[in-house]
Structure formats: structure tokens, C-alpha cells
């Protein structure tokens, strides 16, 4: 089965009871606290013990400041989509582009008939989902002249006004369980969200061959579905959750939980652990060959951590060091054994450089969006010089400045302090040390790179998003190789000779 390659991501699915709204809040503020990406909250507006879903995520969204939010679904039969549209633009705008679209069909037609909802059969529920989706899409899409018109047969809109846009391109995610809910999504949607628990046994591949399949007849790939998936309690491990990831091709794992301590465990604990497991096997599978060599890691097992082997994977086409250069320091000894102390003073190091490179996955994603025109960059363009276009141009660059500092301070603490303390203790790192410091001085000169590449998209002066792609690559090439040539040398003497 696939692994489609989609970054993980780990969220909680929290019941909004109205008998206790502050507690259902605190929750949510916690799963951000605990590190996970994502909180949702189903949506049932005929259930008279929820709190009203879109109200709860607009609460929620003004008490959070990173975690994304997503109903998980939205109720479509109950909520006229053109409305849907501008609702989840508004929101998606007002909490910096962190909402995305779960939406449903709809079920228990009783509940919904009672509500004033007009009751169809499962066929007729999937294409008034997809003319739905239709509608909202060209709400969204504010680049279009004229007005919305979509005559379905369960859903009309007659030439209304386009508009806003959200802050970045939403997801919009199905609950899809049925073959003709998961061509839809093969068709149309950005994410495949089930429940775990009205799953059979191969469900979850006969649903991707679906969805692949109708994918690919619409001239998308199937690695443009997210492939999302609620677990009903924290009963499986980091093995089983990596095990879907890699031969499923599940990439989002949300937890149905109202227990404090499971929502901590899993952000703290079991999201970390799926992350480092997935990353080694994917890190570990053959990669193609090109005009690099890919660097060989040291077998470190009395260390308790391998340092990260460089892929010898390159995006760009510049060289801006030969590679062949580099000095290599002392061979480990084999015989020699570490303290837990020591082995953690290794590990240090190479969990420092996961930060590093899962940032720059996201300045990645970042840029993905914004060059294919999904972070509304597109439809800022559209209203030219306006703030909306300064506003998601700006967001980038924040984003990107930010992590250049974060490097720029992480090489500036090992000049100053790491690299003179491992010299004087070992004199033979030497080479090694002066190498990466003038290492240091090449990325440096490749983030100002970066730096002259935003201002011209912010600026519009020349270059554009390709520019700044041009220059994020390169501060791929640069940034990974010298992380995994800096763990391959020095993850071993820093568990020999400590840090100061």
C-alpha cells in the first residue's frame, strides 16, 4: 500500500458538550499546549447537548494562537454552502489562515428533517455534497469576474458576489465511506477523513484504490489527498499509528479523546515517536542517485542515535562547496561505552537538526501554496497593492525570518561555544570544526539569499515566487548536507566530551 509522502500531522477530536463549554475550550487550548497541530469538533446542529459547532471553532480560534481548526464534518444539509463559504473565509482570515473545511453529506435524516432539512437518499446526498463543494470553491475563487451561478438540483446560487477569499488555500476534507463519497474525493476534495472505528479490515486500501483511481481520471494525483483519519481512543501505539502512515498512506491522525492526560500523551509522547519512526523508514528507503554521493552514517548503537544520513537528494542546480573536501575527525571507538548522561548529550544534537529540518519542510509547504496560487496570493494579486496581498506576502517572509534566525542563532551558539570547547579537548576535530564554521559563513550568505528573494515577491520586484524557490532550494542543499555531515562528525564526541 502507499506511503504518499504527505508530512504527519496529529490532531485531537474533542466532544462539545454544552454542559460544560469552558471545559470543552480548555481542551482545546491544551491539545495547542501538547504540540498537536490540529483540533476538531463534530458537528450535529440537531444535537440540543452540542454547543453550535461554527460558533465553538470561532471561540476557540480567538483563544489559540497556532493550532489549525476544522469541524470534523460539517453538517452540509444544514448549512447552506455559499454561507459556508464566506463563514470559513472569515474565520480562516481573522485566525491567520489556520481553519480548514471537514465537510459530510449529512446523516440521521430524521434529525435533520426535524430541523427543517430536506431529506434525500445517499445518492442524491453525494451530488448535492459535490455542487456544494462547487459553490464554495467559487466563493473562494475571487479571481473570476462575474458572479457565482450554480443551478443544482439541490443547491442554486444566481450571480452571487465572489468573495473573500481565505487567508490560505482551505482544505477541504470528506468523510467518505461509500464508493461513490471516495471518487468524489479522488475528484475534488484535499483530504480523505474516516473514523477508524466504522472501519472494516481493508477499508482503508480498497478506499485509496478508490480514490487514487478517481483521482487520476480527473488529471489530479493521488498524493493531492491528505489522508486523515480519527481514532476512536488511545489504543494504538506510535508502531501501529507509523505502520498506517507507511503502508496505508495515513498522514493526519486525529484522537477522539476528552481525557486531559491522552490528549499531553499524544502530543508529547506518541506524535514525536510516529514522526521519528516514519522519518527513519522513509529516510532508509533507496533514494536516486545524482551528482552528489550520498554520505555513509557511522554506526553509533552504544550512543543510543545515528546521526541522519545525507540523502544525496538536491534541488538546486548551484554548488556553493565541493562536498569531497570536507575533513573527516577520529573513528569512534567501538569498545567504548556512554552514560546515559553522555548518550543524551549526543542525541542533543540531532534532535536540534529535526527542528531545523521539520521547519524547512514547512517553508516547503509555504511556498508550494503561494506558487501554486493556494495561499491566496493569487487571488491577492487581484486587488493590486491591497493589503490582503501584503498581508499573505508578509505572513511568508515572517515565517521564513524567523527561521533563518532560529539558524542563524543555533550557528552562532556552536561558534562561540561548542566548536572551541570540543577543539581544546580533542585537538584532532580541528579540521573538522574549522570546516563547519566556514560551512556556517556559506549559509549565512544563502539566508541573505533568501532574505533579497522575499523582498522581491513582497516588492514585486522581479524574480516572484520562482525567485524565492530558487533560493529556498538552495538553502535546502545547504542546510541539509551540512546537518548530516555536522551529526556524522560530532554526535560522538559530544557524548565523549560533553558541552559547555
Same mark, same amino acid.
Given at each position: ?161 465572489? @468573495? ?26 484535499? @483530504? ?74 499524544? @502530543? ?233
Amino acid at each position: 500500500m502507499p506511503d504518499y509522502g504527505h508530512s504527519l500531522e496529529f490532531g485531537t477530536f474533542i466532544t462539545p458538550a454544552a454542559t460544560d463549554p469552558d471545559r470543552v475550550v480548555a481542551l482545546a487550548v491544551l491539545a495547542e499546549q501538547a504540540g498537536l497541530d490540529l483540533v476538531t469538533f463534530q458537528d450535529h446542529p440537531y444535537q440540543a447537548g452540542f454547543l453550535d459547532t461554527w460558533t465553538l471553532l470561532s471561540f476557540v480560534a480567538a483563544r489559540t494562537r497556532n493550532v489549525r481548526l476544522s469541524a470534523n464534518v460539517i453538517n452540509l444539509p444544514l448549512r447552506p454552502p455559499a454561507v459556508l463559504a464566506r463563514s470559513v473565509a472569515s474565520l480562516d482570515l481573522l485566525s491567520g489562515g489556520r481553519i480548514e473545511l471537514g465537510l459530510g453529506a449529512g446523516a440521521f435524516w430524521d434529525a435533520i428533517e426535524a430541523m427543517g432539512g430536506e431529506r434525500l437518499t445517499a445518492g442524491q446526498a453525494v451530488r448535492a455534497l459535490e455542487e456544494g463543494i462547487e459553490i464554495i470553491r467559487q466563493i473562494w475563487d475571487v479571481e473570476t469576474r462575474g458572479g457565482v451561478r450554480v443551478h443544482g438540483d439541490f443547491h442554486r446560487v444566481s450571480g452571487a458576489k465572489r @468573495g473573500p477569499a481565505p487567508a490560505h488555500r482551505v482544505g477541504i476534507w470528506l468523510g467518505a465511506y461509500k464508493p461513490r463519497m471516495l471518487a468524489l474525493t479522488g475528484r475534488l476534495a484535499d @483530504g480523505w477523513l474516516p473514523s477508524l472505528g466504522y472501519l472494516k479490515p481493508g477499508d482503508l486500501a480498497a478506499g485509496n484504490t478508490i480514490i487514487d483511481e478517481a483521482a487520476l481520471e480527473a488529471g489530479r494525483k493521488p498524493q493531492d489527498v491528505r489522508r486523515l483519519l480519527n481514532l476512536g481512543g488511545p489504543s494504538l501505539g506510535a508502531e501501529e499509528l507509523a505502520e498506517l502512515a507507511l503502508t496505508e498512506g495515513i498522514s493526519t491522525f486525529i484522537l477522539a479523546a476528552d481525557d486531559p492526560d491522552a490528549i499531553r500523551v499524544f @502530543g508529547e509522547e506518541v506524535a514525536p515517536a510516529v514522526r521519528e519512526l516514519v522519518t527513519a523508514e522513509r529516510s532508509g528507503k533507496e533514494t536516486p542517485k545524482t551528482p552528489f554521493e550520498a554520505t555513509t552514517p557511522i554506526t553509533t548503537t552504544n550512543l543510543g542515535v545515528t546521526p541522519t544520513p545525507d540523502t544525496g537528494v538536491r534541488r538546486s542546480t548551484l554548488t556553493p562547496w565541493d562536498e569531497s573536501t570536507r575533513p573527516t575527525g577520529p573513528a569512534p571507538d567501538p569498545a567504548r561505552t556512554y552514560t546515559p548522561h553522555e548518550q543524551a548529550s549526543g542525541r542533543h544534537l540531532v534532535e536540534v537538526h529535526d527542528h531545523l529540518r521539520a521547519e524547512l519542510a514547512q517553508i516547503h509547504d509555504l511556498i508550494d501554496q503561494v506558487e501554486t496560487g493556494t495561499m491566496d496570493v493569487g487571488a491577492a494579486r487581484s486587488h493590486i497593492n491591497t493589503m490582503t496581498m501584503r498581508q499573505n506576502n508578509w505572513t511568508l517572509g515572517t515565517y521564513c525570518e524567523s527561521y533563518c534566525r532560529i539558524v542563524t542563532t543555533h550557528h552562532t551558539i556552536e561558534d562561540r561555544s561548542l566548536f572551541p570547547h570540543l577543539k581544546r579537548n580533542d585537538p584532532r576535530l580541528a579540521p573538522v570544526i574549522d570546516r563547519l564554521e566556514q560551512e556556517h559563513h556559506v549559509i549565512h550568505d544563502v539566508l541573505e539569499g533568501v532574505d533579497k528573494a522575499l523582498v522581491a515577491l513582497v516588492t514585486n520586484d522581479g524574480g516572484g515566487t520562482a525567485g524565492l524557490r530558487a533560493a529556498v532550494d538552495l538553502l535546502s542543499d545547504t542546510l541539509l548536507s551540512h546537518l548530516s555531515y555536522e551529526e556524522r562528525e560530532l554526535v560522538e564526541p559530544i557524548a565523549r566530551l560533553g558541552v559547555q
